[in-house]
């Protein structure tokens, strides 16, 4: 696996980070908990399977607690603890950029001991190890890989109507066109969340402007006036938006597949943490449900990593001897198996997945494979939630109007930051 992520071309080390890292005064006193915000679905219950392996690592109490919000939600609430509060030992982060600042603060414990201890080189894959380091440390441990850009589908539908799965975009239309001219939602996006819609984003943008210019909207270095970007705009509208429903706006990611299940919608793009869920309400792998990739990313995977940091203070060290626990093969595979993604160590036996899983796995390490992180947690703070939310109104209103003057704003902001330096390089 090694040899696949060797094509991921980093350089977080080298970045010039944001402000919104955290700073101020170490905090002394911490609870002896997890907070994550895992919280739905095959996502809990693999958090549970994970502390259970954790415990039966460690002879003292701690536990998890769900923060509500997602990332956003999550980052604001340990903010809050920090300065006024009382913070925990551990909490997750996207491995990306956002971990680098982190580690820029002074808050984090290095966890380069525990990483030695695991043998944290030879069983993660060089690519993850890029983007969870900072200098000659390693400041995050992780416990799980997530795959974006798939399309899951109600093979029941499919089947009732005799369709095909897409591989073009001509044919991802007429799919469409059919599901909904007998009564179907085609399709359906994710609330609750800046990042759900934007991800549907990335094919569109893979499509217009390959690996080269999606590294490059990473580092800030495309305008969003240039033609790549507007190019992907326009696929984007008509393969995407134009067949949003109006029913997804108000509710969370989960929503979405609640209703793919109930026969409503058809298709749904979304990461792999929707067959955790679908298979803990019963459904089984490629016989209720299965996935595809979206047009453009057939040899592409773009995945996003989870990891745990712990912050310095009264609990540092039972939160390393937590991280190091929840790196363990068996903690790894007892999440990954219940949430249906992809553990990161190669000390896990594949047999354990899932044929959902499995069919991510053999794509990934194909030698055709292009393997991208997730470029929404490579972006600065405020300039990645403010061009999510924008895409989330573009998808809900359709108003391409509006979404442009959001652009022209937005390119203001991108211009400013990347002066400043605020975007990293790659």
Do not use: C
């Not at 693999?46 to 392996?53: A, Q």
């Not at 292009?370 to 947690?377: A, D, K, S, T």
């Amino acid at each position: 696996m090694n040899g696949v992520f060797a094509k991921l071309r980093t350089g977080l080390a080298a970045a010039a980070l944001a402000s919104t890292a955290l700073a101020g005064p170490v905090s002394a006193q911490q609870v002896k908990e997890f907070w994550h915000y895992l919280g739905a679905g095959g996502e809990l219950e693999g958090v549970e399977g994970m502390m259970e392996v954790a415990k039966s690592k460690i002879d003292e109490e701690f536990t998890h607690r769900v923060v509500p919000g997602g990332s956003a939600g999550l980052r604001q609430q340990v903010q809050v603890s920090l300065m006024g509060g009382v913070p925990p030992m551990a909490y997750q982060v996207s491995a990306g950029l956002e971990l680098n600042q982190l580690a820029q603060s002074g808050r984090l414990v290095p966890l380069t001991e525990a990483w030695e201890q695991i043998n944290g080189d030879e069983i993660f894959p060089e690519g993850l190890i890029q983007v969870i380091s900072y200098g000659d440390e390693k400041y995050g441990l992780p416990f799980a890989m997530s795959m974006l850009g798939n399309t899951w589908y109600n093979k029941g539908i499919f089947e009732e109507l005799g369709l095909e799965v897409p591989t073009t975009w001509e044919e991802w239309d007429e799919v469409a066109t059919t599901l909904e001219e007998n009564g179907y939602v085609a399709l359906t996006s994710g609330g609750g969340s800046a990042a759900w819609t934007i991800y549907q984003f990335y094919a569109a943008l893979f499509d217009a402007a390959g690996a080269d210019g999606y590294w490059e909207f990473v580092g800030g270095m495309m305008p969003l006036d240039d033609p790549r970007f507007v190019e992907a705009v326009d696929l984007f509208e008509a393969h995407f938006v134009k067949y949003f429903d109006d029913e997804w706006t108000g509710g969370v990611w989960s929503d979405g597949l609640d209703r793919l299940m109930a026969g409503e919608v058809a298709m749904y793009n979304m990461g792999d943490w929707a067959s955790g869920y679908m298979r803990q309400r019963g459904w089984t792998p490629n016989e209720e449900y299965s996935f595809f990739p979206a047009p453009s990313l057939q040899n592409v995977t773009i995945f996003q990593s989870d990891v745990i940091v712990v912050l310095k203070g009264e609990e540092t060290d039972l939160g390393m001897k937590f991280a190091a626990a929840a790196a363990s093969p068996e903690a790894q595979q007892a999440f990954n198996a219940a949430k249906g993604s992809i553990a990161p160590s190669n000390e896990i036996d594949p047999s354990f997945y899932d044929p959902i899983a499995k069919m991510e796995y053999d794509k990934l390490v194909s030698e055709d494979a292009i393997v991208l992180p997730n470029l929404y947690v490579l972006m600065p703070s405020g300039f990645k939630e403010d061009l999510g939310n924008a895409f989330t109104r573009f998808g809900a209103t359709k108003d391409r109007a509006a979404f442009d003057e959001e652009l022209a704003r937005l390119e203001e902001m991108r211009k400013e930051m990347y002066e400043a330096g605020e975007f990293g390089t790659f």
